[in-house]
């Protein structure tokens, strides 16, 4: 029995009854209390216990966006794998997150402000994730060779393949998908082995779905973290114009992925790994057909597939799943080459679109709001690619997969902007913002320049966001600076990006119009590359692991460790004190952070370089140290203590404080100046905010388990 829309072929009549609602969208089952249509009668029953556990409370279960008209068949939501879900749904409580130990003990992952479920408003937030969830389950499972999210013809990709080309986005557009015919001999013979390896990839990720039991509310309450929680720290998804229907279902996976992790239950991060299986199937099998999709308001075909690849990437750079760590390194330059196949890099800024009149009509208004958020989607998730490449580059030991220091893509809006909620709002943040029309490139360049002072700062609106887009530019050269201070052809001295960072600091310091989350977050990845700068964390990492023979899973890349450091010596040079001066730093800014906005992505690099340096001291004789009560940040970046002091800014004791702790004559006046750190009582502490990190990146689990081992060799 075939499918008279798609072709696909069921064993059962009911299973193709089922899936062909998928393509029409009839929805025959209807809930007696509420009048909400369903297409399948388990979603209905499921639904219906909602009402009966809500005690018909007065809030109606808000009616399907899809309710009142057909469902236009997507060109991406044919031929998923089936998922059958057990008919109970478990509402997850929302996680708070706090660094103090009675909210962050080992194994609850549960705050004492989540709700209790008599407290939950079972309606969806986003009612189409029922759509997404039918579709889901949608499909027989009992079909060989059956492909997730779109079934692509095997010619296609093979011919691209044999002929050592890709082909661009028109030219996938323009030659369709046709089945042709398959050789015989060894071809039909290897087409035969990759379909059968695909089906049995598809069978075990759906098997693993089936046995987390997802539910459409767990679904709706992912989305709503990711939007909570997540894209306050890494803007690059506009909630007001968000519309679940326009977007891949792939990238909706990836989505609801990242929010499963801000969810209290431990079974959430098993439901969230498989969605995240179920995308990763889905592009690695339909990459060709997603990279000439083009949603009603995208500003250009193959956007999604970009922000698709950025939120896998993010999700699995951070995974406790190493497997999905090394995927998500070894995928991660791809978001680049499909960002270049689509020319989104040369695409139209946001910039160059005329504004609405003022008297234009709301219809007009909200048209222009709709074309600029399109546009600075595109241009956000491109910047996100860059902060992520820095990351993910960093903890995989390998260069970065572009030149940051090149990047020519301009200055994003700022973030009132950006979030604006209404078109108005919109219109009258546009109008106030004083953006520079300059590129990234430019900007770099600029901290490099002889009369560059404060050049961030002259009159111009610089974003949190641009500011990080930026640091991580610096930290792509910092990687390929010399130790020595040798001048490289084409690469800046360790003193000139020394430079480079103080302007940076000053800029972030002195910038209005951030607010103090975005000025603790921003600092906080500022103080680990100055920390990089001076002694390189992960070779030190791994250089005290090989030593003492510590299994670690943190540090990639092929270094080579040095076994025989020599620890003593180590502690005792100037730039190690810098580095210490940036660890200690890093944790004060880390417990600071206001609750709600700890999931910043660099929190556990930044965290574990920290923990680095304080085990690196400790295990060189240096557990208790004496450093100055006032750090001068400008000091402890200049060489040769050549003070180069910024306009507004007097000269103060923190500075000869500064250079005296530099220059290690604060070790001869033990507990007579400055404050005295016990940097064994520092990696407890430590500890504590990793197991408080497990419950949304599981690298930190990883993390945890060798700051353990080296708090055991410390003491």
Known sequence: MDCKYCHKSFSKGEHLSRHERSHTGVRPFVCKECRR??????????????????????????????????????????????????GTATQPSIQENSWDQEECSAGSGLSQNAPHSADIDFNLIWPDSEQLFDSLMALDPTPQRQMPLGTLSDSNLSHSISNGTLRSVSSFRDNGFPIGPILSGESHQAVHNVSEMVTTLSSNVTAAVEAT??????????????????????????????????????????????????????????????????????????????????????????????????????YGALSKNRAIRTTSQAFHALGFHWARQCALLDSESSYSMSLPPVDASEAEKQRCWRIWAAKEVRHRALLGHYLLDGLVSRMAGESPSVRHSANKLGLPSTE??????????????????????????????????????????HGHTISALSLRVVLEGLQSLVSDCDNEDVPTMGVPTKSELQSALAQVHESIVRNPHLSNAERLETLLRWHTICLDACKDSSTLCLSICARFGIEQYVCGGRRSPTRDIDLISVVNTEDARRALLHAIAIQDIVEQLPRGRAHVIHIPSSLFAAATIFCVFSLGGLASVNIPSM????????????????????????????????????????????????LLYELNSMQKLFRCLCSQWGIAYDMEDVLDQWNALCH
């Open 631 to 678: 750090v001068d940040w400008e000091t402890v970046l200049s060489s040769n203590y050549d003070h180069r002091t910024f306009p507004g800014q007097p000269d103060s004791i923190s500075q000869s404080e500064t250079k005296r702790y530099i220059r290690g004559e604060y070790s001869t006046m033990f507990g007579a100046v400055g404050v005295t750190k016990n």
């Open 416 to 457: 009132a902007v950006f979030d604006a909620q209404t078109a108005n709002e919109w219109l009258t943040y546009v109008r106030l913002q004083q953006i520079e029309q300059c590129s990234f490139r430019s900007v770099i360049s600029s901290l490099f320049q002889p009369d560059a002072q404060n050049q961030l700062m």
């Open 37 to 86: 249509p369903f297409a399948r009668q388990d979603s209905l029953a499921r639904h219906q216990k909602l009402h009966t556990r809500r005690g018909h409370a007065q809030y109606p279960s808000p009616p399907s966006s899809h309710a009142s008209r057909p469902t236009i068949p997507s060109p991406l939501s044919s031929g998923e794998p089936s998922v059958n879900v057990d």
């Open 213 to 314: 039991s997802v539910t459409s509310v767990f679904l709706d309450e992912c989305l709503h973290m990711f939007f909570e929680r997540f894209i306050p720290t890494f803007p690059i998804l506009h909630r007001s114009t968000f519309v679940f229907r326009e977007y891949s279902q792939p990238l909706l996976l990836n989505a609801m992925a990242i929010g499963s992790l801000y969810l209290g239950p431990k079974s959430s991060i098993a439901k969230g790994e498989a969605l995240w299986r179920l995308a990763h199937i889905a592009v690695t099998t339909s990459w060709e057909k997603l990279i000439t999709h083009q949603g009603p308001h995208d500003s250009c075909p193959g956007v999604q597939l970009v922000i698709t690849a950025l939120l896998a990437q993010v």
